[in-house]
């Protein structure tokens, strides 16, 4: 009999652990017939086969639905960066690339091809350069909105999910602002808008519609103990304290300017932003807006320290130009601080024609000024230096206007990156650097000052 209650307790357990991998079996079905099925490329259109397989660019993209209706899409920015390659009759520019973890509400977007990132899965965004300003590009980390083309990728196997490209995005990322009529920073976050028509192969108006979507605060100021002792305070930190909602528009680009407001509007932790393009009434795709908000919290008087930090790019060392036969064409791209940062027309013209040995300064010798202004909360902070870029061969040339196909067997060439984030328990890397790219391509030469210090305790107006 206790063998027969034995076996029975063993059949249940074997019955709920059966039960139990049903339920996941079923979960984990679930959650991949959500996602867009990769192999439905072929039936809206992508191609396979011809001499070196070129029908995959006949077309390169098509869209996901029969309506091609713009699809809105929001997650986190994994990763940013310039395309060094890109078929030259379909672009009148390099695409900026993109890696985006759409929010578990927007991951029905992914085929199921796409890129795993533990249990969920990436798409890639994708925008020409010339329509898209390096001011408003993502960094890493940010927060994004967008609102663009829902396509298939067939210019590569497996298929793939795309938002290529958008027509309107905003981007996310703590940043430390002096607010207008501050004389200290307040704890915001900074939204880079971009809205435009124009995409390269597709171009479409942005007018004769609204866009409409929510930026998050970063969390309310807190009372430290110090504070907390010298207004009496009966209860333990952290309280919040002395803070109030605040945010300033503090570039726009384009005739309408955004209408913000707090939500909710009492207690917010969000503020709305809403772009009234519906009664701008041209249609021209080639109308472009944006804008560059700061939102979050002005204290009366800072409860922590900031410090004012200063990027100086001095100068790139070429190691390997990756040109045997001629000077290299380089192409570079900089992100320092908190924003992707041009380079003046004088330094593009030097990385214009570079060889092994030589040292391109990346300013002017008179020109002192630093490459990016930006605050950072002490401690708390960091500061992100980034490259990306390309040796350019003719392929470049054929860019939007047809030519000599046997061009493109001399094709461009990734350059390495240089990738480095300092915390502020390596005191933001203030100093002179010298670092060595990703494929010892090139030594990059930079220098982290501090300008200015506000302690805590500091009147913010």
Request: charged share 20%; proline share 7%; net charge neutral.
């Amino acid at each position: 009999m206790r063998g027969a209650i034995l076996l029975s307790k063993r059949s249940r357990h074997l019955s709920l652990l059966v039960g139990a991998l049903a339920v996941v079996s079923l979960l984990q079905a679930a959650s991949a017939a959500a996602l867009e099925p990769s192999s439905n490329a072929k039936a809206r259109g992508c191609r396979t086969g011809g001499v070196h397989d070129i029908n995959r660019v006949q077309p390169e993209w098509t869209s996901v639905r029969r309506g091609d209706a713009a699809q809105v899409a929001e997650g986190v920015v994994r990763s940013s960066n310039v395309a060094y390659h890109d078929f030259p009759f379909s672009h009148v520019s390099h695409d900026w690339n993109w890696d985006l973890l759409p929010d578990p509400a927007y991951q029905f977007l992914n085929g199921t091809d796409n890129g795993r990132v533990g249990s969920s899965r990436q798409m890639e965004i994708e925008w020409e350069e010339a329509f898209f300003p390096s001011a408003f590009r993502p960094a890493v980390g940010d927060r994004a909105w967008m609102l663009g083309r829902w396509v298939f990728d067939c210019g590569h196997s497996p298929y793939l999910t795309e938002i290529h490209p958008p027509k309107a995005v905003a981007h996310t990322r703590f940043a430390p602002t002096i607010l207008p009529g501050d004389s200290a920073p307040s704890l915001t976050n900074k939204t880079f808008i971009w809205i435009h028509g124009r995409g390269g192969y597709y171009n479409r108006s942005v007018a004769r519609q609204d866009y409409d979507f929510d930026i998050t605060l970063p969390p309310k100021p807190q009372l430290t103990v110090q504070q907390s002792k010298a207004h009496g305070a009966a209860v333990a930190p952290p309280v919040a304290f002395g803070a109030e909602p605040a945010r300033a528009i503090l570039a726009r680009v384009g005739s309408v300017t955004p209408v913000l407001s707090y939500v909710p509007a009492g207690n917010p932790t969000k503020v709305h932003v809403h772009y009234p393009l519906a009664a701008v009434r041209d249609s021209n795709p080639s109308r472009q807006f944006g804008a560059i908000i700061a939102a979050g919290w002005r204290e009366q008087n800072l409860g922590r320290t900031y410090r004012q930090l200063c990027v100086k790019f001095e100068n790139i060392r070429v190691l390997h130009d990756h040109d045997p036969l001629a000077s290299g064409e380089w192409r570079l791209r900089l992100f320092a601080g908190q924003q992707w940062t041009p380079l003046s027309s004088g330094v593009n013209s030097r990385l214009n024609d570079v060889d092994d040995g030589e040292t391109v300064p990346l300013h002017a010798a008179n020109d002192n000024r630093c490459a990016a202004i930006f605050n950072v909360t002490d401690p708390g902070g960091s500061v992100r230096i980034e490259t990306t870029g390309w040796e350019s061969d003719p392929i470049d040339g054929l860019f939007g206007s047809g030519g000599n196909i046997l061009r493109l067997a001399d094709d461009n060439d990734q350059i390495g990156v240089v990738r480095r984030v300092f915390s502020s328990s390596a005191n933001f890397g203030i100093g002179p650097h010298s670092d060595l790219s990703s494929s010892g391509d090139f030594r990059l030469r930079y220098v982290i000052s501090e300008l200015r210090r506000f302690g805590a305790g500091t009147a913010v107006r």
